[in-house]
C-alpha cells in the first residue's frame, strides 16, 4: 500500500472551508478550456486538479466551453475536448458554454453603465494602450471617459444593434488609471465582432473579454474554487472587483503552476503552426502533446492520470522532464501490455536438423508480469525464421550473448540453436544464417543441461503477417525550443519518425484494437494506429523499454 502523500496547498485550502462551513460545505469546480484548438497535457493536469478535488471531496465539476471569441473557435474542438475529458476517466456535472450567459453578462454590463462603473470609449487600439501608461507611469484619462451614464447606456445598446463596425467602440470598466496593477487601468469589458458563433449564429456582435465572462460565469454557477494558472495571479483583483460591484456569488480564484513540458512545445500557436504548415501529420499526430496524440500513440488514461499525481500542485513554474510521463506510461503498459514477438529488421535463419514442412505449437504468456499470465496464445514454429539482423554478426566481440559463428542463443519460447554457417549476397549482406537446433532444450521442457545467456526473438517464415511500424520519438531534438534563439521549427528532431515499411508480426497481432498495448519482446510498447485497416496494419511504437535521453 502506498504512502498517503500530504495535502497540496489547493486541498488545505477546501479542507479549511469545509471545515468552518464556507458555501455550506460544498465544492463545485469547473474545467473552463477555449474551444479554440485541440487539449494538450498541460491540460490534463488542470482536468485531473478539477474533477479530481470535486471527486475527492464529494463535489462535482462543471465542464464550460469559454466560448467567447467566435474567430478561433469550432464544433470540431468542442467534440474533441469532451472526448479527451471522458477518455480521461472524468464525467462533468453540466455541460456549460459562457455563450450561455451571453444575456446575463450583457445585464451585468449594463448595471456596471447605470453605477457609473463604465464607459463606451471610441478610441483606437493603440491609442488605448497609450493611455493605459506604463508599470511606472499612471494612465491618463479617456477623452470618453466622463461620457454621461445615459450616453452610455445608449451607445452600448446601439453596440449590440449593430449600428457600428468592428473597432469603432468598446466598453470599458472605469476603476483606476494609477493602479500598479494594468489589469485595473479601465480594462476593455466588450468588443465589437461581427462574425458568426457557432452557437449563437449571429444574434450578437458584441462579444465579452475574457475578465469580464470568466469570474461572472463562475457566479453565475456557484462555483466554490476557481482554479487557473500563475498568469493569471494579476487578473484575480479584476475578477473580484467585478464580483464586489454587482453584487453576485463570490466565487474565489485560486492558482497553480501550469505544467511545463521539455522537448516540445505547449502553447496552442505553436502547435496550431506545426499543424498547418505540415510538420506534423494533425492534431493527434502521435508525437503532438495533445491528449489526442498521446492516445494514439499509446498512452493510456492512468498513465497520464498518475503522472499529473506524481507532478504534484505547486505555486512555482518548473519544467517537467518528459522522462517522467515516459516512465509512467512504461510502468503502466508493464502490468497491461499483451507481449509480442515482432522482427522489425529481418533476416532469414534456417534450422537445418529441423524436419522440412514440420510445424510445431509452442505457447507464450500474455504477461509474465500477472500472476497466471493473463493466459496465453499459440506460437507456430517451423524450420525458416525471421530474426532481427542486429541478432547476428559475422565477427562477434566479447560478451555478445546473440548469434555468430558457433554462438548458441536461446529462441523465446523454443530451442537453443547454434550458428553453424551464413550466406552473403554479392554486396556482402548477410542474406541467411544456418544453424542446428537441440531437441532436448525446449522451453520449459528443457533437459539438455546447456546454459545460454542470450535469448533472441524469432517470427516463422510461413506464419509472418506483415505490419508497418512507426518509431515515434522526441518532436524535438532541444529541451526548450520556444525559448531558443530563432523559430522554433528549426529544432524540430528529424529522427522523430521512422517508418518501418514490412515488419514482420505474429498472426494473433492481427486481432489488435487501437488504444491495446503491446509490449514487441526487446524493442518497446506498441499499439494499433486508428487509421491502420485489415489490409494494412500500421503500430505506433508507444515508448521504447528503456529511456535513451538519459543525459550522460
Known sequence: MSEERSLNFIEEIVEEDLRTGKHNRRVLTRFPPEPNGYLHIGHAKSICLNFGLAQKYGGATNLRFDDTNPVTEDT???????????????????????????????????????????????????????????????????????????????????????????????????????????????????????????????????????????????????????????????????YEWFIEQLEIFPSRQYEFARLNLNYTVMSKR??????????????????????????????????????????????????????????????????????????????????????????????????????????????????????????????PPKKFFRLGPGLMVRLKHAYIVKCEDFVKDEAGNVTEIQCTYIPESKSGQDTSGINVKGTIHWISVPHAKTAEVRLYDRLFRVEDPANEDGDFKEYLNPDSLQIIQNAYIEDDLTTAVPGKGYQFIRKGYFTLDKHSTPEKLVFNRTVTLKDGWVKK
Not at 449590440?160 to 476603476?175: E, H, N, Q, S, T
Not at 493527434?284 to 497520464?304: N, V
Not at 499529473?308 to 509512467?328: H, M, P, Q, T
Not at 522482427?343 to 534450422?351: C, E, R, S
Request: proline share 6%.
Open 76 to 238: 470540431e474542438y468542442v467534440e474533441s475536448i469532451k472526448e479527451d475529458v471522458r477518455w480521461l476517466g472524468f464525467n462533468w456535472a453540466n455541460e456549460l458554454y459562457a455563450s450561455d450567459y451571453f444575456d446575463i453578462i450583457y445585464s451585468f454590463a449594463l448595471t456596471l453603465i447605470r453605477k457609473g462603473l463604465a464607459y463606451v470609449d471610441d478610441s483606437t487600439p493603440e491609442e488605448i494602450a497609450a493611455q493605459k501608461g506604463t508599470p511606472t507611469e499612471p494612465g491618463t484619462p479617456s477623452p470618453y471617459r466622463d461620457r454621461s451614464i445615459e450616453e452610455n447606456v445608449q451607445l452600448f445598446e446601439e453596440m449590440k444593434d449593430g449600428k457600428y463596425p468592428d473597432g469603432a467602440k468598446v466598453l470599458r470598466a472605469k476603476i483606476d488609471l494609477a493602479s500598479p496593477n494594468m489589469h485595473m487601468r479601465d480594462p476593455i469589458m466588450y468588443r465589437i465582432k461581427h462574425a458568426h458563433h457557432h452557437r449563437t449564429g449571429d444574434k450578437w456582435c458584441i462579444y465579452p473579454m475574457y475578465d469580464f465572462a470568466h469570474g461572472q460565469s463562475d457566479s453565475i454557477e456557484e462555483i466554490t474554487h476557481s482554479l487557473c494558472t500563475l498568469e493569471f495571479i494579476p487578473h484575480r483583483p479584476l
Open 270 to 395: 505553436k502547435l496550431l503552426q506545426l499543424v498547418n504548415e505540415g510538420h506534423v501529420e494533425g492534431w493527434d499526430d502521435p508525437r503532438m502533446p495533445t491528449i489526442s496524440g498521446l492516445r494514439r500513440r499509446g498512452y493510456t488514461p492512468a498513465a497520464i492520470r498518475d503522472f499529473c499525481e506524481r507532478i504534484g500542485v505547486a505555486k512555482r513554474e518548473n519544467i517537467i522532464d518528459v522522462s517522467l510521463l515516459e516512465f509512467c506510461i512504461r510502468e503502466d503498459l508493464n502490468k497491461t501490455a499483451w507481449r509480442r514477438m515482432a522482427v522489425l529488421d529481418p533476416v532469414k535463419l534456417v534450422i537445418t536438423n529441423y524436419p522440412e514442412g514440420q510445424t510445431e505449437t509452442l505457447h507464450g504468456e500474455n504477461n509474465p508480469e500477472v500472476e497466471g499470465g493473463e493466459g496465453g496464445r499459440d506460437i507456430p514454429f517451423s524450420r525458416e525464421l525471421y530474426i532481427e539482423r542486429e541478432d547476428f554478426m559475422e565477427v
